[in-house]
């Protein structure tokens, strides 16, 4: 499979490119069957989802919480989120369908009951989303499948990227890739960061690095993959102006075709086995402007960025009570989950460092650990 070849960096010269329907196909199978179809004709070698039970990825409160938005298909962003979800059936549809007409098919798992139907679905590999990429115990039990895994940090600084890092060493796990991504829709050129495909690149040279954006059209995909990017993900969709949070910074079945186009070229001309291009090189080489300059500058350490702020804010993972706790408890990690939580609690990454504090106050199953309740 291509994907292993290149992680396994058997293949220099090639690039594995994921259309992310993600929730693009509104809800409805057929919608999705078309999109497969299209992201196998523009030539992409995978389709992608997003798999969450909705009862582990968020508390019940974030489920009941208004959504009131034009993107919104719910009155609650759990109804919303509801309508938006296939069951187990439509995957072994979809997966039927990919297998039929010859691309690969996966998700990503956004909480770990969504992990454990991926890896009995069998998928290639598994995507871990930004929202997760601190979800440290999904991490781990994902690691410790020996299914190649595909990491996004969309919204994470670098000490969370060392982590990731670590434990998938300390599961020997070698089969896995980090995307470069900034969790903002769409991403404004300024913020792309590109430089830090080069930043990782170096700190993690046994890595293969991604790219996963979210920017509008195709040529800062393209510099990114001149930078040495050997994983493309974009959003797919069949119609940018439908509703839907994500629709804008998709690619179209068109704009699809034109990156496959590009990144063939650039196999073709074997530009694919050096990824030491200087920034004029690539701005040269993709006859580019001000916004591939702007997503080309330099960039020295890995940070949230204040464009992802909301999409943190909405969907980055806390820690959260996985039963109920009485005051003077020394938590233990059996007590602890992780999931979107409204209002939030503490960020997701600390999980470890809790370990062994105590409750200055009971907290029920479901509720959020804020920084108030722990003492050492
Ligand atoms: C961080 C993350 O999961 N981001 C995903 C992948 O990029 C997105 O597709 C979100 O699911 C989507 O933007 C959410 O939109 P809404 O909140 O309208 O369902
Ligand atoms: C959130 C996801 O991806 P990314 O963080 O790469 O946008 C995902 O794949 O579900």
Same mark, same amino acid.
């Given at each position: 499979?291509?994907?292993?070849?290149?992680?396994?960096?058997?293949?220099?010269?090639?690039?594995y490119?994921?259309?992310?329907?993600?929730?693009?196909?509104?809800?409805?199978?057929?919608?999705?069957?078309?999109?497969?179809?299209?992201?196998?004709?523009?030539?992409?070698?995978?389709?992608?989802?997003?798999?969450?039970?909705?009862?582990?990825?968020?508390?019940?409160?974030?489920?009941?919480?208004?959504?009131?938005?034009d993107?919104?298909?719910?009155?609650?962003?759990?109804?919303?989120?509801?309508?938006?979800?296939?069951s187990?059936?439509?995957?072994?549809?979809?997966?039927?369908?990919?297998?039929?007409?010859?691309?690969?098919?996966?998700?990503?798992?956004?909480?770990?009951?969504?992990?454990?139907?991926?890896?009995?679905?069998?998928?290639?590999?598994?995507?871990?989303? @930004?929202?997760?990429?601190?979800? !440290? +115990?999904?991490? $781990?039990k994902?690691?410790s499948?020996?299914?190649?895994l /595909?990491?996004? &940090?969309?919204?994470?600084?670098?000490?969370?990227?060392?982590?990731?890092?670590?434990?998938?060493?300390?599961?020997?796990?070698?089969?896995?890739?980090?995307?470069?991504?900034?969790?903002?829709?769409?991403?404004?050129?300024?913020?792309?960061?590109?430089?830090?495909? @080069?930043?990782?690149m170096?700190? !993690? +040279?046994?890595? $293969?690095?991604?790219?996963?954006?979210?920017?509008?059209? /195709?040529s800062? &995909?393209?510099?990114?993959?001149?930078m040495?990017?050997?994983?493309?993900?974009r959003?797919?969709?069949?119609?940018?102006?439908?509703?839907?949070?994500?629709?804008?910074?998709?690619?179209?079945?068109?704009?699809?075709?034109?990156?496959?186009?590009?990144?063939?070229?650039?196999?073709?001309?074997?530009?694919?086995?050096?990824?030491?291009?200087?920034?004029?090189?690539?701005?040269?080489?993709?006859?580019?402007?001000?916004?591939?300059?702007?997503?080309?500058?330099?960039v020295?350490n890995?940070d949230?960025?204040?464009?992802?702020?909301?999409?943190?804010?909405?969907?980055?993972?806390?820690?959260?009570?996985?039963?109920d706790?009485?005051?003077?408890?020394?938590?233990?990690?059996?007590?602890?989950?992780?999931?979107?939580?409204?209002?939030?609690?503490?960020?997701?990454?600390?999980?470890?460092?809790?370990?062994g504090?105590?409750l200055?106050?009971?907290?029920?199953?479901?509720?959020?650990?804020?920084?108030?309740?722990?003492?050492?």
């Amino acid at each position: 499979m291509l994907l292993l070849d290149i992680m396994s960096k058997k293949i220099c010269n090639e690039v594995y490119i994921i259309a992310e329907i993600g929730q693009n196909h509104q809800g409805c199978p057929e919608t999705a069957k078309r999109m497969i179809l299209e992201a196998k004709k523009a030539g992409c070698h995978c389709v992608k989802f997003q798999k969450s039970d909705l009862a582990a990825k968020f508390t019940s409160s974030a489920l009941n919480r208004k959504y009131v938005s034009d993107h919104a298909w719910g009155s609650t962003y759990g109804q919303h989120k509801e309508y938006l979800e296939f069951s187990k059936e439509v995957y072994h549809l979809l997966q039927d369908y990919s297998r039929e007409i010859g691309i690969d098919f996966t998700a990503s798992a956004m909480d770990e009951r969504s992990l454990e139907f991926l890896a009995d679905l069998r998928v290639p590999f598994i995507k871990i989303g @930004s929202g997760d990429a601190n979800n !440290f +115990p999904l991490l $781990t039990k994902a690691a410790s499948l020996q299914i190649p895994l /595909v990491i996004s &940090t969309g919204m994470q600084t670098m000490s969370t990227v060392d982590k990731i890092v670590e434990i998938m060493s300390e599961s020997r796990n070698e089969m896995y890739a980090l995307m470069h991504c900034i969790s903002a829709y769409p991403t404004p050129p300024t913020d792309c960061n590109l430089g830090l495909i @080069s930043v990782l690149m170096r700190r !993690f +040279p046994n890595v $293969t690095i991604g790219y996963s954006g979210h920017e509008l059209g /195709v040529s800062i &995909t393209k510099a990114a993959v001149l930078m040495g990017a050997r994983i493309v993900e974009r959003h797919f969709t069949l119609d940018k102006n439908q509703k839907g949070s994500d629709h804008r910074c998709s690619l179209e079945p068109a704009e699809m075709c034109s990156l496959v186009r590009g990144i063939d070229q650039f196999r073709h001309n074997k530009y694919l086995l050096n990824a030491n291009y200087t920034v004029e090189e690539i701005i040269k080489m993709l006859g580019g402007g001000d916004e591939l300059r702007a997503a080309l500058s330099e960039v020295e350490n890995k940070d949230i960025l204040e464009c992802e702020l909301p999409c943190r804010f909405k969907l980055g993972k806390s820690i959260v009570a996985a039963r109920d706790l009485d005051k003077g408890h020394k938590i233990q990690v059996s007590d602890l989950t992780i999931k979107v939580s409204e209002p939030s609690g503490i960020s997701a990454e600390t999980y470890f460092d809790i370990i062994g504090m105590q409750l200055t106050r009971s907290v029920n199953q479901d509720e959020p650990i804020i920084e108030n309740v722990l003492t050492s």
